[in-house]
């Protein structure tokens, strides 16, 4: 199958597997051996007139109007890839709304995330609803080796991250706390003082520094591709966090707890002190890894829900 994805990045062309910004995006496309092609260029002359069976679209967060008879014009089948949590467009304006409705009306198909996003999709009008799953490409990169003794939070202390949440769940623990700096980061908090920000890095320098913590704790209740979740995994990094997000409950079935109870959180972290629970998470987080989330199995997942 011949596919090209479309979406508000400006890169042309296929992926190389050595990508310094690797996101799942573009691992989809590597597996894929993906054109992209940017919405922007989509009618341009510099396009050519090639040809595609499937065209998958991101339609842009800040900028859902998309007009998909446009990339019909290339692709024979053209899908909506979900981003974001399946309730973002709800924040447009009412105008903006209705256009990513009749956008999702208009793809033959809908891909999401998550099982647990299945039904909404299903539920607005969608004929066809398919989950594909998150992935990663760590070309040339290796799993932890060492084992260190900090946790990582999965975001900052913004209600899209659920950031002191984690923070409160890390303190647990009682190691160094660690945290990425998102593009949601707020400046007070470089003033709390248990809590150590990482620069913000390529997805490969984030993988290769993931691998230097024990734990990882992320209770963000806005659900989309868990990237976090199935990083961490890849290390076989124990992650506390909410069911509902598929990277989570396939990956980490030990630590995985309905969304908001912090109590249950906060237990199974004393729980992970534990060395005999510990090794058991992490045994069973790189079993189902490879079970499932490898680039192989990917693509034998690919093939199931689209049919080859």
């Given at each position: 199958?011949?596919?090209?994805?479309?979406?508000?990045?400006?890169?042309?062309g296929?992926?190389?597997?050595?990508f310094?910004?690797?996101r799942?995006e573009?691992a989809?496309m590597?597996?894929?051996?993906?054109?992209?092609?940017?919405?922007a260029?989509?009618?341009h002359?510099?396009?050519?007139?090639p040809?595609y069976d499937?065209?998958?679209?991101i339609?842009?967060?800040?900028?859902?109007?998309?007009n998909?008879?446009n990339?019909?014009e290339?692709?024979?089948?053209?899908?909506?890839?979900q981003?974001?949590?399946?309730?973002?467009?709800q924040?447009?304006?009412?105008?903006?709304?209705?256009?990513?409705?009749?956008?999702?009306?208009?793809?033959?198909?809908v891909?999401c995330?998550?099982?647990s996003d299945v039904?909404y999709?299903l539920g607005?009008g969608?004929?066809?609803?398919r989950v594909?799953r998150?992935?990663?490409?760590?070309?040339?990169?290796?799993?932890?080796?060492?084992?260190?003794?900090?946790t990582i939070?999965g975001?900052n202390?913004?209600?899209w991250?659920?950031g002191?949440?984690s923070?409160?769940?890390?303190r647990?623990m009682?190691n160094?706390?660690?945290?990425?700096?998102?593009?949601?980061?707020?400046?007070?908090?470089?003033?709390?003082e248990?809590?150590n920000?990482?620069?913000y890095?390529s997805?490969?320098?984030?993988?290769?520094a993931?691998?230097?913590?024990?734990?990882?704790?992320?209770?963000?209740?806005t659900?989309?591709?868990?990237?976090?979740?199935?990083?961490?995994a890849?290390?076989g990094?124990?992650?506390?966090g909410y069911?509902?997000?598929?990277t989570?409950?396939?990956?980490h079935?030990l630590?995985?707890?309905?969304?908001?109870d912090?109590?249950?959180?906060?237990?199974?972290?004393?729980?992970l002190?534990?060395?005999?629970?510990?090794d058991l998470?992490?045994?069973?987080?790189?079993?189902?890894?490879?079970?499932?989330y490898?680039?192989?199995?990917?693509?034998?997942?690919?093939e199931?829900?689209n049919?080859q």
């Amino acid at each position: 199958m011949k596919i090209a994805f479309f979406s508000e990045s400006q890169i042309i062309g296929k992926i190389p597997r050595d990508f310094p910004n690797a996101r799942t995006e573009y691992a989809w496309m590597m597996a894929l051996d993906a054109t992209h092609i940017p919405l922007a260029n989509v009618g341009h002359h510099s396009m050519g007139d090639p040809h595609y069976d499937l065209g998958i679209v991101i339609v842009p967060k800040t900028k859902p109007n998309v007009n998909l008879d446009n990339i019909r014009e290339y692709c024979d089948k053209v899908a909506v890839m979900q981003e974001g949590p399946h309730w973002y467009f709800q924040d447009y304006s009412v105008e903006q709304q209705f256009q990513y409705f009749n956008t999702l009306m208009d793809a033959d198909w809908v891909y999401c995330h998550n099982e647990s996003d299945v039904n909404y999709y299903l539920g607005l009008g969608c004929k066809d609803v398919r989950v594909m799953r998150s992935l990663m490409i760590p070309e040339g990169l290796v799993p932890r080796s060492e084992w260190g003794n900090g946790t990582i939070i999965g975001g900052n202390f913004v209600s899209w991250y659920g950031g002191f949440d984690s923070y409160i769940v890390a303190r647990e623990m009682g190691n160094s706390i660690w945290a990425p700096s998102m593009g949601r980061k707020q400046d007070q908090e470089d003033m709390i003082e248990d809590i150590n920000y990482m620069a913000y890095m390529s997805w490969r320098e984030w993988i290769t520094a993931l691998g230097q913590f024990n734990i990882g704790v992320h209770l963000m209740r806005t659900h989309a591709a868990g990237t976090f979740a199935m990083n961490c995994a890849y290390h076989g990094i124990p992650c506390i966090g909410y069911y509902g997000l598929d990277t989570q409950e396939m990956l980490h079935p030990l630590t995985t707890i309905d969304v908001g109870d912090l109590d249950g959180a906060k237990e199974v972290a004393r729980k992970l002190r534990s060395d005999r629970f510990y090794d058991l998470c992490s045994d069973t987080i790189i079993k189902r890894f490879e079970q499932n989330y490898t680039e192989e199995k990917w693509k034998e997942n690919w093939e199931v829900i689209n049919g080859q």
